[in-house]
């Protein structure tokens, strides 16, 4: 495939969830329905299909979908793409890998099969290659709270597999154990600077927990270390402890930023180099679904945000043309 200018502007998608872009300046993208599109040769086609829900049994609200999306590091030579998407049987998620032939997805080949829980809820699903070459995975709580804690659960967690759906025998937790972060309600965003910090977002307390706040306290976390563990369900916020939890527990960390009584509903993550827009350069820029781009500055104790698109509700990547691209209900619109 020879090299591909990126989009000059804005391009129709039905609620991209995830954007992605190859090395030769193709971006791929997610639509939450099931298919998986690619913008090659000045327009945008299908380059695979998956077997999906995004309603619950009966037509109820739901978080289940076609989530997340990652290009290999090793593009170049292999031609992998990689999805999540919440199977059709409502039991189960699966990160899926197609081969690209010239913008068609080939080889179909499931690679981790993840428990989706048996409500609406919490279902995580982002994906993003570390600097490592390894494969991290977000996977939400499920509404199961405390199984976020459970270090040998999956759920409420950053996880951490071999390009090919193994574990690596480095993992913090024991061998052919994949958890890398703990103690998440549900991480829906995911970037790695190019130094390898890893920034995560977090959907704050919804009324889900007796005596817990009814909205507000979506999280962001500006670099998670390995084997860190987070708070969820014992407190949330900066620190307001839930009834019934004695402590927000030994040794584990709190967000870096939090929405506090405010609801934003964050999403998608990057990391802008500093070749990108003015404003924008060097900046963690988060998407959220409420209140559009959040452009986040570290500080101590707590980081701050202001606010920029208002496009950026769903997701943010930066194109080998270092203009910004963001995701909305019904586009991908550009920036620089």
Same mark, same amino acid.
């Given at each position: 495939?020879?090299? $591909?200018?990126?989009?000059?502007? /804005?391009? &129709?998608?039905n609620f991209a969830t995830a954007l992605a872009f190859a090395p030769d300046g193709r971006l791929f993208f997610t639509e939450r329905s099931g298919t998986v599109r690619v913008f090659q040769g000045g327009q945008s086609k299908v380059f695979a299909t998956v077997n999906t829900v995004t309603t619950e049994r +009966?037509?109820? =609200?739901?978080?289940?979908?076609?989530?997340?999306?990652a290009i290999d590091p090793n593009f170049n030579q292999n031609r992998f793409v990689y999805a999540f998407y919440s199977d059709a *049987?409502?039991?189960?998620?699966?990160?899926?890998?197609? /081969? *690209?032939?010239?913008g068609t997805g080939t080889a179909a080949k499931i690679l981790v099969v993840l428990p989706s829980g048996g409500d609406c809820c919490h279902k995580g699903g982002r994906l993003a290659f570390g600097p490592d070459g390894k494969l991290y995975v /977000?996977? +939400?709580e499920e509404h199961d709270a405390g199984a976020a804690q459970v270090k040998t659960d999956v759920r409420g967690k950053v996880l951490r597999y071999n390009a090919d759906g193994s574990v690596p025998s480095d993992?913090?937790?024991? $061998? &052919?154990?994949?958890?890398?972060? =703990?103690?998440l309600r549900n991480p829906?965003?995911? &970037?790695?600077a190019p130094g390898g910090q890893l920034a995560i977002t977090n959907n704050g307390p919804s009324g889900d927990i007796p005596g817990g706040p009814g909205t507000g306290y979506d999280t962001v976390i500006f670099a998670a270390p390995k084997g860190a563990g987070y708070r969820w369900p014992n407190c949330y916020g900066y620190g307001i402890l839930l009834p019934g939890a004695a402590s927000c527990g030994a040794g584990e960390l709190g967000p870096d930023w939090s929405s506090e009584s405010s609801t934003v509903i964050p999403t998608g993550a990057t990391f802008v180099d500093q070749a990108g827009p003015a404003g924008y350069a060097g900046k963690l820029l988060?998407? /959220?679904?409420?209140?559009?781009?959040?452009i986040f500055t570290p500080g101590a104790p707590h980081g701050a945000v202001t606010t920029g698109s208002a496009n950026c509700n769903l997701d943010v990547k930066e194109g080998p043309n270092h203009a910004l691209y963001l995701s909305g209900p019904t586009s991908i619109s550009r920036i620089g």
């Open positions: 495939m020879p090299a $591909q200018r990126p989009p000059s502007g /804005t391009i &129709a998608a +009966g037509g109820g =609200y739901s978080e289940r979908g076609l989530l997340g999306l *049987d409502y039991a189960h998620q699966n990160i899926i890998r197609w /081969t *690209d032939c010239g /977000t996977l +939400g993992n913090p937790f024991g $061998q &052919a154990n994949p958890v890398w972060i =703990y103690g829906f965003g995911i &970037a790695f988060v998407c /959220t679904y409420s209140s559009g781009m959040l």
